[in-house]
Antibody
Framework: EVQLVESGGGLVQPGRSLKLSCAASGFTFSNYYMAWVRQAPKKGLEWVATISTSGSRTYYPDSVKGRFTISRDNAKSSLYLQMNSLKSEDTATYYC???????????WGPGTMVTVSS | DIRMTQSPASLSASLGETVNIECLASEDIYSDLAWYQQKPGKSPQLLIYNANSLQNGVPSRFSGSGSGTQYSLKINSLQSEDVATYFCQQYNNYPWTFGGGTKLELK
């Protein structure tokens, strides 16, 4: 059974940093692109980052480019999101998601909440 | 960025009814479209990909159609467990973008 479990969320002050983790199991992690998608409270979904199977290629929307860094450790079946210079608008539940062959997301974790507030 | 506009934003329907949710893209996305279901307090689940392909394990009462800029999700014979918010997502061009969601409730 595919499982994705995020961790690392919490309350952080504006301008500070936070690193999220996602532990994957139930599939060959190194064979899949992975992604982070977020959802602000009572709002829609926003794609945040994608990483290739080897980690050599990463993709971001302009809203987080230069502030967020996605990475992975295939030996540990783990995905990460380093978030720097956090803003109040980054407040959201962050989901770890597995990308299928085409760039839709076939499995999602339960999410971890990040609140950016002073 | 490609803008995805869903309609209606909310919908109330009776058990056994057929429901249609629309998704309009701001430009042609060549059927690179997925639909997700998000139940209250849960993470999204993939229902449909490539506009009309049913994800494994998803009930056959769900179907997708469309092309170009116009797409729709159809739910036949509405069940109580279908109460959820539904999102479309385009993956034709970066950045991948989602529709604003359609909240489906029981009448």
């Amino acid at each position: 059974e595919v499982q994705l479990v995020e961790s690392g969320g919490g309350l952080v002050q504006p301008g500070r940093s936070l690193k999220l983790s996602c532990a994957a199991s139930g599939f060959t992690f190194s064979n899949y692109y992975m992604a982070w998608v977020r959802q602000a409270p009572k709002k829609g979904l926003e794609w945040v980052a994608t990483i290739s199977t080897s980690g050599s290629r990463t993709y971001y929307p302009d809203s987080v480019k230069g502030r967020f860094t996605i990475s992975r450790d295939n030996a540990k079946s783990s995905l990460y999101l380093q978030m720097n210079s956090l803003k109040s608008e980054d407040t959201a539940t962050y989901y770890c998601a597995r990308r299928d062959w085409d760039p839709y997301f076939d499995f999602w974790g339960p999410g971890t909440m990040v609140t950016v507030s002073s | 960025d490609i803008r995805m506009t869903q309609s209606p934003a909310s919908l109330s329907a009776s058990l056994g009814e057929t429901v249609n949710i629309e998704c309009l893209a701001s430009e042609d996305i060549y059927s690179d479209l997925a639909w997700y279901q998000q139940k209250p307090g849960k993470s999204p689940q993939l229902l449909i990909y490539n506009a009309n392909s049913l994800q494994n394990g998803v009930p056959s009462r769900f179907s997708g159609s469309g092309s170009g800029t116009q797409y729709s999700l159809k739910i036949n014979s509405l069940q109580s467990e279908d109460v959820a918010t539904y999102f479309c997502q385009q993956y034709n061009n970066y950045p991948w973008t989602f529709g604003g969601g359609t909240k489906l409730e029981l009448k």
